[in-house]
């Protein structure tokens, strides 16, 4: 074979490789849509859930501006850990 048709060749093969890989990730994209319009259909529905903590013998839920101040001193030391290790 001749440079020329090496070439020829590669692209060929370059096309049909990124067609094949364009056209599964336009399929995925289709896919996930009809997901997300399918979950959209049924707001009533809620994620229950899972896990050994799940029986109601897990913390009780705070309120209003309790919740985001725990949930600010969690973060905080979250971070202070972080850094404290890295």
């Known amino acids: 074979m001749s440079e020329t048709d090496l070439l020829l060749e590669s692209l060929r093969l370059l096309v049909v490789g990124m067609g094949i ?3 599964f990730l336009l399929m995925l994209v289709g896919i996930l849509r009809g997901m997300s319009a399918i979950v959209l259909k ?3 529905l809620e ?3 899972t896990g050994a ?9 705070a309120t209003g501006s309790e919740s985001s101040e ?3 001193a969690v973060i ?3 971070v202070a850990r972080y850094r404290g290790h890295h």
């Open 42 to 44: 049924f707001p009533h």
């Open 76 to 78: 905080t030391a979250a």
């Open 47 to 49: 994620a229950q859930p």
């Open 53 to 61: 903590g799940s029986a109601g013998t897990g913390p009780a839920q």
């Open 70 to 72: 725990e949930l600010l």
């Open 21 to 23: 890989v364009f056209g």
